[in-house]
């Protein structure tokens, strides 16, 4: 209740940018009392709003913090659902850990999970995930569908698309999905995508998908054996990006293309993911457990999986492999 009253004054506040708000005015608004007011505002100061008063004038925004709170991201958020419940941490182990115990206890669909620090941040096939403070994007989204457990992998393919939308419409860039979750910005990783899923026999309880993004790095922050295949950016553009914008387009965008997916299946959704796909039409090898097959990527099935053609014409669906966009030599 405490946040949402504050996500209601930061709402009052931008939409009337550089106008003095009155005491009374924000009390009447969120309904409580001047009192209140000051104390919410009090809180939004620590949270490194800057708030100027002004006797018998009131207050008014001046300046919202670089950090990405549960406040900064509610500030301007257009979503129905995807952020309704933001649970915000400076520092955790890992935001999927958290959503997890959220969603066993009954968090709602849409209940959102972010960090400024992961200190032990997970990506595909339990490697660790690179996650410094005040730099990325470090959050974990709660999805209940109505959907039975083998449609699961699509939410992954539906929050690729999200994501590189996102990064082309705040910063102009223009990544590329590598299968199955890894967004690439001139063969670098920016961004990698975790999908973790809760389920009885027939259907799905819960799916928690973890997305870190590099967003402000400089390559020196990286550790060395990490500056030849990871970017951020920052690095790519040249210009610091506001990580709280970011995330409320990225959050829109999920939300948009999970209710299209919802109500039309996956089919618009496979051809937005093939669109941006960096491997479609490209020789590849795929390295799985059971051994490497090499051949050439023809796309992906209604169900997420990556069809390979090898030197025989005979057609392989790959389900989880490690791509590499290199010729064998």
């Not at 539906?158 to 223009?174: F, K, M």
């Not at 390559?219 to 951020?232: H, K």
Request: with cysteine; proline share 3%; charged share 25%.
């Amino acid at each position: 209740m405490q946040s949402e009253l504050r996500k209601r004054l930061l709402e009052a506040f931008t939409e009337n940018e550089s106008e003095y708000l009155s005491g009374q005015y924000l009390a009447d608004l969120i309904g409580c009392s001047r009192t209140a007011v000051w104390k919410h505002i009090e809180e939004l100061r620590k949270e490194g709003f800057e708030l100027e008063a002004v006797r018998s004038k009131g207050y008014r925004i001046i300046t919202i913090p670089e950090k990405i709170t549960a406040n900064e991201i509610a500030l301007g958020l257009k979503t129905t659902t995807l952020g309704s419940h933001i649970h915000y941490e400076e520092t955790v182990d890992s935001t999927q850990k958290i959503a997890l115990r959220l969603s066993l206890e009954g968090a709602p669909e849409g209940t959102t999970v972010i960090a400024e620090e992961q200190t032990g941040g997970r990506g595909r096939m339990g490697r660790q995930f690179y996650s410094p403070k005040y730099s990325g994007v470090w959050m974990s989204i709660i999805l209940r569908p109505k959907l039975p457990p083998q449609k699961a992998p699509q939410l992954t393919l539906i929050t690729a698309v999200a994501v590189v939308q996102a990064i082309e419409e705040v910063t102009g860039l223009n990544p590329q999905i590598k299968w199955p979750n890894d967004i690439l910005i001139d063969g670098k990783k920016v961004t990698g995508i975790l999908t973790e899923m809760q389920a009885e026999s027939d259907r799905i309880d819960s799916v928690i998908i973890g997305i870190g993004l590099n967003v402000n790095q400089e390559i020196e922050d990286y550790p060395e054996e990490l500056r030849s295949i990871a970017t951020s950016l920052f690095i790519e553009s040249g210009k610091k990006v506001n990580r709280a914008e970011l995330t409320r387009q990225l959050l829109l965008n999920l939300e948009n293309l999970y209710f299209l997916y919802l109500k039309e299946g996956f089919y618009p959704i496979k051809l937005l993911w093939e669109s941006y796909a960096v491997s479609i039409g490209k020789m590849i090898t795929a390295r799985m457990l059971q051994g490497s097959l090499y051949g050439k990527a023809l796309g992906i099935t209604e169900d997420g999986v990556l069809l390979m053609e090898d030197e025989t014409g005979k057609v392989h669906q790959i389900y989880s492999a490690d791509i590499e966009l290199e010729k064998r030599k």
